[in-house]
């Protein structure tokens, strides 16, 4: 009994530790994939405040995309955010914590 319990124990840690590593992987491609975003918008954003300065386009049209790119830019941070609860699952996952201070 007591090796079937170790060998499941063993076999849950690997599997978390897989998922861990999965984790990390997508959300490392998302992270990139949503900064392009953000440096796209960012520009778009330029672009706009330049139009409106000449005279082509309105601050509404302006205002618009500041509400994009803002979008934009918290989409990365709830992505980075998913990212470094996954690296911290991995960490438990392959053994490691830490005692709260006190």
């Known amino acids: 009994m007591a090796v079937a ?3 499941q124990t063993v076999l849950t840690a690997f599997q978390q530790v897989e998922d861990g590593l999965s984790a990390a992987r997508v959300l490392s491609q998302e992270a990139q994939s949503q900064q392009s975003a953000v440096d796209a918008s960012g520009q778009a954003l330029d672009l706009a405040m330049n ?8 601050y509404l049209d302006v205002v618009n995309l500041q509400a994009m790119a803002l979008t934009d830019s918290r989409a990365a941070v709830d992505i980075e ?22």
């Open 81 to 102: 955010k998913r990212r470094m609860d996954a690296d911290v699952q991995l960490l438990e996952a392959l053994g490691g914590g830490w005692k709260p201070a006190s």
């Open 5 to 7: 319990d170790y060998r």
């Open 51 to 58: 139009r409106f300065k000449g005279g082509a386009i309105s």
